[in-house]
Nanobody, 123 residues
C-alpha cells in the first residue's frame, strides 16, 4: 500500500480559494488512481474528485464541478485539489485516497487513505 499525507487545509472566507496537496510514499504512485473525499460533521464521507494514473480521466461530484480541479504530478508523487469559489457547505475534513482500480465506484474501492486535513469556509 501507499502512504498518504495531506496538507493545505485551513480557514478561508466564502468565495476564497485553497489548494490541498497529498504526498504519497512509494515508487508505484504513478500506477494508482487517486481520489479526494470529504466528511462534514454528522455526515457520511462523500466523493469529491478522482483522477486516473496518467491524468487522462477525471471525475467530480456535481457539487464541486466547475469550482474544484484535481491534478497530479507523478514525478513528485503528489496529487492536488485546487478549490475555488469556496462555500460554507464545503467545510469538511478532506481525505486523499489511492486505489489500483482504474474505475473505482466508491470509497470502499480505495485501499489507502491519508489522515485528512480540515477545510473551514466561514466569514
Amino acid at each position: 500500500q501507499v502512504q498518504l499525507v495531506e496538507s493545505g487545509g485551513g480557514l478561508v472566507q466564502p468565495g476564497g480559494s485553497l489548494r490541498l496537496s497529498c504526498a504519497a510514499s512509494g515508487r508505484t504512485f504513478s500506477s494508482y488512481t487517486m481520489g479526494w473525499f470529504r466528511q462534514a460533521p454528522g455526515k457520511e464521507r462523500e466523493f469529491v474528485a478522482r483522477m486516473s494514473w496518467n491524468g487522462g480521466i477525471t471525475a467530480y461530484a456535481d457539487s464541486v464541478k466547475g469550482r474544484f480541479t484535481i491534478s497530479r504530478d507523478n514525478a513528485k508523487n503528489t496529487v492536488y485539489l485546487q478549490m475555488n469559489s469556496l462555500k460554507p457547505e464545503d467545510t469538511a475534513v478532506y481525505y486523499c485516497a489511492a486505489t489500483v482500480r482504474p474505475f473505482p465506484l466508491d470509497a470502499g474501492s480505495f485501499g489507502s487513505w491519508g489522515q485528512g486535513t480540515q477545510v473551514t469556509v466561514s466569514s
